[in-house]
């Protein structure tokens, strides 16, 4: 059982980078004190979120209640298992995204770099609020917000390239956020209460498929844009026009990864197992799933320009977590979870190299980079390690997840869906390695007199490409992902760990 008791730490977590925005701006002429404060909120973030780990583990649920909205909708904050997951990932790589974006701005010289380092801590606020809504309503108040701060860090360069992705990017999200609140209100008015549930709130309820179909489609519109889920994709390849750590940030901790953490709040603590076999509504979460799977990665097989195929394959990596929950199985759920996080640690590496080349050689696409292995040996090697988890090699973390997922479909009874993660991994490497190698066994030009990028650069991709091996062989290093994922689908499917 849960033990619910009362704490201040969800609240602090999420107000911590919000306290650091004015000491950003008010440091706008000294750098080095405005960038100290952006290191210290992350570095303060991710304590506050460590600290409620062991209680996770054992049960215990952080919460606190803020204040009634209407009867019986309350902006409420819980740091349940699987939210404290999820701000566990966000808030650990926000602290490498940090330090890396130093020497992205510094290295480029980019202009406005203190309303960037503003709308960065902005984004990881609303991302732990996110993680710690207790609710629908506190759960849409922060996903919104997450939409407008992104907004002015993908028009950063403020070209017509960057404000006609911004403008995209806001069509989608913001048509999306008013689904979700017409699922919210439907979803109140059916059941009277908006708290999320372990296995679903609409238990005990009987519900008809004239009803039930509909909401799940407004739920699925609502949290499946960010997630990219295909038709409803497109923003973010355009949104790749923004700078790599903001590319960063969408794929590997804030914004796409929030979308999956919706999906899976949906069907797991809004409609529960049992609803989702009883309509069908497994089977059409895992078509979408199937398709954005299969077609995301055949995409990423025709770009030339490197973000756009890490764009394309994040949006393939992203419907394995949608497929681990719409196969409504523990194991398939508990590899869909792990793959929030260990999709984050490889892709965020792979942008972090993407960056780095950028702003080391000023190469963007991929028939740019013969030789470049020889002359950033540190950065192509950690892309190496990125390419290798992504296809489902052992020994990074990338396997670990998929092996789950391939287990859950097998357990669940649709082993096609085993099939198309297979294809899927092939596909992987097909995009992928292709770039190793030109990096590492072609001879490249204008290569002369260049060497590695700067320290600020180089490190955190080193660092999360060995957490991705790390993780790989041994998924409850450091913050129990395993045991987190486990207690969180044994809570959902009957019994607790």
């Not at 969408?250 to 929030?258: E, I, Q």
């Not at 523990?330 to 979870?337: E, F, K, Q, R, V």
Request: charged share 10%; glycine share 10%; with cysteine.
């Amino acid at each position: 059982m849960q033990e619910i008791y009362s704490s201040t730490v969800p609240l602090l977590a999420v107000m911590v980078s919000l306290a650091a925005v004015p000491l950003i701006i008010l440091s706008s002429r000294k750098p080095n004190l405005r960038e100290f404060w952006t290191i210290a909120a992350s570095v303060a973030k991710f304590g506050l979120v460590l600290s409620l780990l062991p209680g996770a583990l054992q049960g215990r649920v952080a919460s606190i209640r803020l204040f009634e909205i209407v009867p019986n909708v309350q902006l409420a904050l819980k740091a349940d298992a699987f939210g404290v997951f999820f701000a566990l990932v966000a808030s650990c790589l926000w602290i490498f995204t940090s330090f890396y974006s130093i020497g992205y701005v510094r290295g480029l010289d980019e202009h406005k770099q203190t309303r960037y380092f503003s709308y960065f801590a902005v984004c990881l606020s609303a991302t732990i609020g996110i993680a710690f809504s207790a609710n629908l309503v506190t759960f849409i108040l922060f996903y919104e917000i997450l939409t407008i701060a992104t907004y002015p860090l993908i028009i950063h360069k403020e070209t017509k390239v960057a404000i006609h992705a911004g403008r995209k990017y806001l069509a989608y999200t913001l048509t999306a956020g008013v689904f979700l609140i017409a699922a919210a209100a439907w979803t109140f008015q059916l059941n009277g209460n908006l708290d999320f549930v372990s296995g679903g709130l609409f238990q005990g309820h009987t519900l008809t498929a004239g009803t039930i179909v509909p909401l799940f489609f407004l739920f699925l519109i609502g949290v499946g844009v960010k997630a990219s889920i295909m038709p409803l994709h497109s923003w973010l390849p355009t949104a790749m026009a923004a700078p790599t750590p903001v590319s960063a940030l969408l794929h590997a901790v804030a914004v796409v990864k929030s979308g999956v953490f919706g999906v899976v709040r949906v069907v797991a603590f809004v409609f529960g197992p049992v609803l989702m076999r009883q309509f069908g509504l497994n089977i059409i979460l895992m078509v979408f799933a199937g398709f954005t799977i299969l077609v995301g990665s055949l995409l990423a097989l025709k770009q030339d320009n490197l973000k756009r195929r890490l764009a394309y394959s994040t949006i393939a990596h992203l419907s394995y977590i949608v497929l681990g929950a719409g196969l409504v199985g523990s194991t398939a759920l508990i590899g869909g979870m792990l793959h929030i996080a260990f999709h984050a640690t490889m892709k965020i590496t792979l942008f972090f190299c993407a960056g780095a080349i950028y702003v080391n050689l000023n190469r963007e696409n991929i028939s740019d980079l013969n030789g470049i292995g020889k002359v950033m040996p540190w950065t192509m090697g950690a892309f190496a390690v990125g390419s290798i988890g992504l296809s489902g090699i052992p020994p990074v973390n990338g396997f670990i997840s998929k092996w789950y997922l391939g287990a859950g479909a097998i357990e669940s009874g649709y082993v096609i869906f085993l099939v198309v993660l297979v294809l899927s991994g092939i596909l992987n490497a097909a995009y992928f390695f292709p770039i190793v190698h030109r990096a590492f066994f072609r001879r490249g030009q204008g290569l002369k007199d260049h060497h590695e990028a700067s320290p600020f650069l180089v490190v955190p991709l080193v660092l999360t490409a060995v957490l991705s091996v790390a993780f790989g062989i041994y998924p409850d290093l450091f913050f129990k992902f395993f045991k987190l994922t486990s207690r969180v689908a044994a809570g959902i499917f009957g019994g607790v760990l």
